[in-house]
C-alpha cells in the first residue's frame, strides 16, 4: 500500500474483450507499467499446466474447495468452461480494494454482468480489435486450435462484440503499451 491509497476506496476496473483481442497482453502490460494496481488472480478447478505457479497464475482449488467457496458467496462472479470452474474470490478483491489499491480484474462478458450486478460500482472497459479482419486473422493464425475451434470463437467473438455497448469504456487495442496506457488513464480518472 502506498502513501496515496491511505484513507480512499480502490477502484475495481473490469477488462473483458473477445479472445485473440490480446486483453491479457493489455492488462499485464498496464500492470508492468503501474505495479500499484493489483491484478486479481482467479481460482480454477482446473490442474495446473507446466510453469503455472498456484497463487500467480491461478488459485488451484478442487472440486470441493470450489463448491464450498461457492456455497458461502466467496466469488464476484464464477462460470463453468471445458469442464473446468473459474471465479473471483470476493474476499481477495475486498481486501485490496479496502487497502485503497486499484483492481484490475479480467475476465469475460458473463462474469463482467455478474459483477456489475455485485457491485455496481466497478468500472468495466472492453478491449476491441481494430476491426473485424484483424480479430479473425489473429485467431485463424494461431494455428493451436482446429477450425471447429476457431469458428466457436468466432462466433463467441461476434456475440461479444455486440455487447461492448454494454461497457463503460472501449479501448482498441492496435498497440499493446497505448492500449494499457489508456487503460491505466482510465482507472486513474476512475480513482477518488
Do not use: C
Amino acid at each position: 500500500m502506498n502513501d496515496e491509497s491511505i484513507g480512499r476506496q480502490g477502484k475495481l476496473v473490469v477488462v473483458a474483450g473477445p479472445s485473440g483481442v490480446g486483453k491479457s497482453t493489455v492488462v499485464r502490460k498496464a500492470i508492468e507499467l503501474d505495479p500499484a494496481v493489483w491484478l486479481s488472480v482467479s481460482a480454477t478447478t482446473r490442474q495446473p499446466r507446466p510453469g503455472e505457479h498456484d497463487g500467480v497464475d491461478y488459485l488451484f482449488l478442487t472440486d470441493e474447495q470450489f463448491q464450498a467457496l461457492s456455497d458461502e458467496h466467496g466469488f464476484l462472479e464464477s462460470a463453468s468452461f471445458a469442464g473446468n470452474r473459474y471465479g473471483t474470490p470476493r474476499e481477495s478483491v475486498a481486501k485490496y480494494l479496502e487497502e485503497g489499491t486499484d483492481v484490475l480484474l479480467e475476465i469475460d462478458l458473463q462474469g463482467v454482468r455478474q459483477v456489475r450486478a455485485a457491485m455496481p460500482a466497478a468500472t468495466t472497459v472492453f478491449i476491441a480489435p481494430p476491426s473485424w479482419e484483424i480479430l479473425r486473422d489473429r485467431l485463424t493464425s494461431r494455428g493451436t486450435e482446429d477450425e471447429a475451434s476457431v469458428a466457436r470463437r468466432l462466433d463467441a467473438a461476434r456475440r461479444e462484440l455486440a455487447a461492448q455497448n454494454e461497457f463503460d469504456s472501449v479501448i482498441i487495442n492496435a498497440d499493446v503499451e497505448q492500449a494499457a496506457k489508456q487503460l491505466l488513464a482510465w482507472v486513474s480518472s476512475t480513482s477518488t
